[in-house]
T-cell receptor, first 107, second 117 residues
Framework: EDKVVQSPLSLVVHEGDTVTLNCSYE??????LLWYKQEKKAPTFLFML????IEKKSGRLSSILDKKELFSILNITATQTGDSAVYLC???????FGAGTRLTVKP | GAVVSQHPSRVICKSGTSVKIECRSL??????MFWYRQFPKQSLMLMAT?????????EQGVEKDKFLINHASLTLSTLTVTSAHPEDSSFYIC?????????????FGPGTRLLVL
């Protein structure tokens, strides 16, 4: 069965810190991996990664995919309290999500 | 960006009644729609995948006779929770996948919070 595993499950940092969130997967016929941020309601789209080794960047957030080792990381630099959320990854094939990483950024 | 709407955003109903939730892709055609359920402090759990014009594929453990999914058009899918019970109270979210070059798009609706009394 396809699997998506995220780590850590929970992370508490202070403003200004840099964090790295991990997502590993085992799926058949991999197409793409997606990252989402979920605050109070539905998830909002962050990145879609299809090719290995190509970093996608949006402001302080960046993400990269390693198709050989079957994982992706999401980096957030200079964290702010507004980054506090659950970060979810999913594989595009069947859109199953990992358990998520709950990030708390303290002032 | 692409927009997906859900209606209603919140519903309270009595035990034993049926509730229909609509998911619409507003500015693109959704070839596939996904329905999720999310309990407090838990991740999204995929319930079913539906393709336009065909029967939905349900995840293991999800009762297809209880959670009826209809994907009648490329812009609308509905989830009907039949004979709802308090344990069905949850946050239900749909996601729509369309075709937008150069890659597929996949966006979530805002979710529907269901409370069964």
């Amino acid at each position: 069965e396809d699997k998506v595993v995220q780590s850590p499950l929970s992370l508490v940092v202070h403003e200004g810190d840099t964090v790295t969130l991990n997502c590993s997967y085992e799926v058949t016929n991999f197409r793409s991996l997606l990252w989402y941020k979920q605050e109070k309601k539905a998830p909002t789209f962050l990145f879609m990664l299809t090719s290995s080794g190509i970093e996608k960047k949006s402001g302080r957030l960046s993400s990269i995919l390693d198709k050989k080792e079957l994982f992706s990381i999401l980096n957030i630099t200079a964290t702010q309290t507004g980054d506090s959320a659950v970060y979810l990854c999913a594989v595009l094939n069947d859109m199953r999500f990992g358990a998520g990483t709950r990030l708390t950024v303290k002032p | 960006g692409a927009v997906v709407s859900q209606h209603p955003s919140r519903v309270i109903c009595k035990s034993g009644t049926s509730v229909k939730i609509e998911c619409r892709s507003l500015d693109f055609q959704a070839t596939t729609m996904f329905w999720y359920r999310q309990f407090p402090k838990q991740s999204l759990m995929l319930m079913a995948t539906s393709n336009e014009g065909s029967k939905a594929t349900y995840e293991q453990g999800v009762e297809k006779d209880k959670f009826l999914i209809n994907h009648a058009s490329l812009t609308l899918s509905t989830l009907t929770v039949t004979s709802a019970h308090p344990e069905d109270s949850s946050f239900y979210i749909c996601s729509a996948r369309g075709l937008a070059e150069p890659q597929e798009t996949q966006y979530f609706g805002p979710g529907t919070r269901l409370l069964v009394l």
